[in-house]
């Protein structure tokens, strides 16, 4: 049985100090609802853009945190999928209660996730929100993903051969998703960009081809020449700055649809090119149907069968001490191509 009482990380106000909260009450599920003991939290820049800019919440204080994972300690109402004891991981909904960087957190029932037995606590906690935004920029209808066919495992690629596919940004943990979400889908050849040094794990992941993440938007299009005669009509750009966003747009064919994360104001459609705004939350009514039976129904099934991966990880110290640590070399961009986590019950 949980306790009453837990310890959590907190936000004093907006972009104010991280702090630990040793009495923070633990909430109670409502219907529909279960309560997780978290045993891992995965960080994302998210994460680190909350703190540094105020994004997404308004009423502080307020713990923070996007993904975790952990195991089931109490049912709400109505919930008859899950059971006591189940390995799970999820994503926060942006309720009070449902935040990762707490040692019990609340997730919704329909879109909790089993892990599967080959899946660690630590793998599982970083996989919510960056896979969920992989799934939202390649199936989500526009004006908001690129609209492509959920993949099945029961029928052929919906994708036409030879499509191919470009995400700028591949090392990053929504990239690595994206790969591998692509090669299910039937794309090829699937291009990225990167660190050079990371593109052999990328092409295991099932990039066919990976350019230097440094290239000029003319020098990207000539290299992607080479490889397919098709037109670019499907692009993801995953990483934030200006410049990386416009390449995105620059390398795209009319016709086309670029995916974008959190778009700069300037990046806008033009003239027979689409650009989609990607936001992977969880209760954004145009999510939920798209999302609910992924994480409710396929999720599971691709990790054990090993279609999906998760990200390689590194565990932080000091269990929920060692997060604001974390979050600020994510601000510094010095994490590359892995996830950190916490495990927020080795917290003193």
């Keep these: 049985m949980a306790p009453t009482t837990q310890k959590a990380l907190y936000l004093e106000k907006k972009q104010g100090d991280l702090v630990i909260g040793d009495a923070i009450p633990v909430p109670k599920p409502k219907a529909g609802e279960v309560l997780i003991k978290v045993i891992a939290a995965g960080l994302n820049p998210a994460d680190w853009a909350v703190k540094a800019f105020g994004l997404f919440i308004e009423d502080y204080p307020a713990v923070i945190g996007f993904d975790y994972a952990g195991i089931v300690e109490e049912l709400g109402e109505g919930v008859v999928e899950l059971k006591v004891g189940d390995r799970v991981f999820s994503e926060s909904s942006f309720q009070k209660g449902h935040e990762a960087f707490q040692q019990y957190a609340l997730g919704i029932a329909s879109t909790v996730s089993k892990i599967p037995d080959n899946i660690s606590f630590d793998q599982a906690g970083t996989i919510g929100v960056t896979l969920a935004t992989a799934v939202v920029a390649l199936y989500q209808t526009a004006p908001d ?204």
């Design 145 to 348: 993903g690129l609209g492509l066919p959920v993949p099945s495992l029961s029928s052929p690629p919906a994708v036409k051969p030879g499509t191919p596919l470009v995400v700028i940004g591949g090392s990053t943990s929504v990239g690595q998703y994206t790969i591998q979400l692509a090669k299910l889908s039937g794309f090829s050849p699937i291009i990225t960009t990167a660190s050079l040094s990371n593109a052999s794990y990328l092409q295991s992941l099932g990039a066919t081809h990976v350019f230097d993440r440094g290239l000029s938007a003319d020098d990207l299009k000539a290299q992607i020449s080479v490889v397919t005669s098709a037109p670019i009509h499907h692009v993801f750009v995953v990483v934030a700055p200006l410049p990386v966003q416009e390449l995105g747009l620059q390398i795209l064919d009319k016709g086309g649809r670029v995916a974008v994360v959190l778009p700069q104001p300037d990046i806008k459609s033009e003239e027979g090119k689409e650009v989609a705004s990607v936001a992977a939350f969880l209760r954004t009514p145009k999510n939920i149907p798209l999302l609910e039976p992924f994480f409710h129904d396929l999720a599971a099934e691709l990790l054990e069968k090993g279609i999906i991966k998760p990200n390689i990880i590194e565990v932080l110290p000091n269990g929920l001490h060692g997060i604001p640590d974390g979050l600020a070399r994510l601000g510094k961009g010095e994490v590359s191509s892995l996830k950190l986590v916490s495990r927020p019950q080795e917290t003193a």
